[in-house]
Structure formats: C-alpha cells, structure tokens
C-alpha cells in the first residue's frame, strides 16, 4: 500500500552548482543509478542570471566574465555553501563548475578542495577538473580533444587546454563547441540539443585524440555519450558524468550501475 517517498537510498550525493544552473542537478539524475540521491546546494555566481542565462561581458565580448569565475572558487560563498551541505546526511561533496579550474588552475584547484574539505569537517570533495583528469587516467588516455560550451570564448578555453596539459596531456584540438549560445538574449543553456552537439563533435574529433572531453556542467551533453562513443570509437568524459564517477567512487558506491553514459563507467 505504500509508495516511493525518496527515503530508501543508499548514498547521498551532495552538489555545489551556480545558483540558477540546473544543468549538473539535470543530468546527474538522470545519470544516477537507483539507491542514490543527489541533494544541491546553491553557490553565488556574478556572471548568472535569472533563469539560467550566462551574463557576457561587456561590448561584443562574449566572453563569461574571469573575475567572476575566478571568484566563485573563493570564499565566502562557496565555503558556507559546503558546511551548510555538509550538516546533511551526505557521503560526499561534488563541486559542479568547470570554469573556475580553467582559471585559477590545478594547483589552486587542490588549495581550494583541501580549504572545502576543511568546512565539509573532513567529508570528501570532488571537483569536476580534477575527476576527468583522473578518469582519463584510469582509461589510460594520454591525448584528448577538448570541446567546451559555446559561451566559452577561446580565452577561457584556451586556459582549459593549459589546466589539462599540465596535468600531463596533450591536447591536439581545444575550442568552444560552435552551436548557439544565447546571444540575441536567450539562454545558451537552453538552446543545445544532444543530436545537435552529436553533429558539431564528431567531424571535429582528430585522429590523434584518445578521448573527447567535453567541459562545462551547465552543458547539456550526457545524452549524446553513448552515440558518440559508438561512432568515434573512443572514450567520451562530459564534466557531470565525470563528477558523477568521482562521487561515486568516493562515496565508497559502485559505478558499474550507470548504463547508456560511457564506458567510464564501466572501468571502476
């Protein structure tokens, strides 16, 4: 006689996101398998308004503004969002935002998880930067072509390819995915469809490149893994199926129950 309530799960995930993204919230559910609940905490981000829309820079700059990027990994707001989070009952803490690494880098980036894991009293951190970086090497990948949202100007992905060759990789193709990005007003978000992202990717892939990752967790993208994996023959890391894996395995939960988003999954 009783119904699903949302209470018998396994592992809680907690999620740090932009205050009025819902892309990380949207695909990690769909992605997550049964027994895991994901619960989202809100972080303050300049270059965002309502409604979802990325704020551009001034002028003809399209570019989403560095100041703002580089200030969402600072305190205090993202470090009062991990301790209120973190008084929930959650396994871990992934922190859903790829532009900052891009701009502060992975040292900085390390600073930042242990300063969070500090607030989080000694939960894990996860953050998506840091979880492709160690998916790809778990798939043994040492080339990657990297595609990142089309309200990325090539400077901020111009300092993703930097985050991930000094981690070690080369990056034989990097630029912002050429589909529409809200620029006559609406939100860019919004405007990206999986068959269309499909399409834009798979001419683009050299082939050198041992994986695509595609950056940005407001990027819609998990639902076009599969065929592009099917037709590129290659691993495929989005930054939520990427975080998504990293939480997992720190949560101490098995990945192999994600189907239909990578063979990522697949490798533990």
Do not use: K
């Amino acid at each position: 006689m009783w119904h699903p309530d949302g209470w018998d799960v396994h592992v809680r995930l907690g999620v740090l996101t932009p205050h009025a993204d819902v892309g990380p919230e949207s695909e990690l559910r769909a992605m997550a398998p049964p027994g895991v609940g994901l619960h989202a905490a809100r972080v303050p981000f300049a270059a965002m308004r309502r409604g979802g829309a990325v704020v551009r820079g001034g002028g003809e700059d399209p570019t989403v503004a560095l100041a703002s990027v580089r200030a969402f990994a600072e305190p205090p707001g993202v470090d009062d969002a991990v301790e209120l989070l973190a008084a929930a009952p959650v396994s871990v803490i992934a922190y859903a935002f790829t532009s900052s690494a891009y701009v502060i880098g992975g040292r900085a980036e390390a600073h930042m998880v242990a300063r969070l894991g500090e607030r989080a009293h000694g939960l894990p951190v996860v953050t998506t930067c840091l979880a492709t970086v160690e998916a790809l090497r778990v798939l043994g990948v040492g080339r990657i072509c990297l595609v990142d949202p089309p309200w990325f100007d090539g400077t901020l992905s111009d300092l993703g390819r930097g985050y991930y060759e000094d981690a070690g990789f080369e990056v034989p193709y990097a630029a912002p995915c050429g589909l529409p990005d809200g620029q006559d007003g609406q939100d860019g978000q919004g405007l990206v469809r999986p068959g269309d992202l499909y399409e834009w990717v798979v001419p683009r892939v050299p082939d050198e490149a041992g994986a695509v990752v595609i950056g940005g967790n407001g990027f819609r993208s998990v639902g076009a893994v599969e065929a592009l994996e099917a037709a590129l023959g290659r691993p495929v890391l989005t930054a939520n199926q990427a975080l998504l894996w990293s939480a997992l395995r720190a949560a101490g939960a098995p990945t192999s129950g994600v189907v239909h988003y990578g063979r990522l999954f697949a490798a533990g």
